[in-house]
T-cell receptor
Framework: RKEVEQDPGPFNVPEGATVAFNCTYS??????FFWYRQDCRKEPKLLMS???SGNEDGRFTAQLNRASQYISLLIRDSKLSDSATYLC??????????FGTGTRLQVFP | DAGVTQSPTHLIKTRGQQVTLRCSPK?????VSWYQQALGQGPQFIFQ???????QRGNFPDRFSGHQFPNYSSELNVNALLLGDSALYLC???????????FGDGTRLSIL
């Protein structure tokens, strides 16, 4: 079983749609969780950290369910510029980041 | 305030050669991690340096080695290159444990 699993997609959604990505992780001792965004042939960029109580940043909402070892990202009112690969990331201890393979999002007009 | 910088941007090598990639962390960051990203995959952790020591290592052979200098910059060395080493090599820096890591633009390495 992979340490971090994501649906690779692609998710094709129209502008204005709401889309949700899910991710599961295997190490119950993991303490830190993040979503990164990666554009084609670019470096990953931190989108947001994920906190136990859930957190929101504008149109983006992240949730963590420790009991189910599950992380989600919700994007509301999708924009064309949201098209990218979204990487679920778990801190595997001492700053070792473990990445999922990413979920590709394509927003169309 | 400069972010994480990596050099070179692109590199072409042949099998059996050796390569050195360089990374300067973001100002104020003391920890440098290296990742390998193959096409269509998420980045894979290679190793991390803190206080000039390798603190953690992923599942990579000894052909992959590194170094951190007193100014926190770092090098990744790969010996006896294989075709499968072709990938984007990413450097990330952070300040302290469990803090978000910030990535450089990466070095795209192609092995012929």
């Amino acid at each position: 079983r992979k340490e971090v699993e994501q649906d690779p997609g692609p998710f094709n959604v129209p502008e204005g749609a709401t889309v949700a990505f899910n991710c599961t992780y295997s190490n119950s001792a993991s303490q830190s969780f993040f979503w990164y965004r990666q554009d084609c042939r670019k470096e990953p960029k931190l989108l947001m950290s994920v906190y136990s109580s859930g957190n929101e940043d504008g149109r983006f909402t992240a949730q963590l369910n420790r009991a189910s070892q599950y992380i989600s990202l919700l994007i509301r009112d999708s924009k064309l510029s949201d098209s990218a690969t979204y990487l679920c990331v778990v801190n595997g201890g001492a700053d070792k980041l473990i990445f999922g393979t990413g979920t590709r999002l394509q927003v169309f007009p | 305030d400069a972010g994480v910088t990596q050099s070179p941007t692109h590199l072409i090598k042949t099998r059996g050669q050796q390569v050195t990639l360089r990374c300067s962390p973001k100002s104020g960051h003391d920890t440098v991690s290296w990742y390998q990203q193959a096409l269509g995959q998420g980045p894979q952790f290679i190793f991390q340096y803190y206080e000039e020591e390798e603190r953690q290592r992923g599942n990579f052979p000894d052909r992959f080695s590194g170094h951190q200098f007193p100014n926190y910059s770092s090098e990744l060395n790969v010996n006896a290159l294989l075709l499968g080493d072709s990938a984007l090599y990413l450097c990330a820096s952070s300040m302290g444990q469990s803090q978000p890591q910030h990535f450089g633009d990466g070095t795209r390495l192609s092995i012929l």
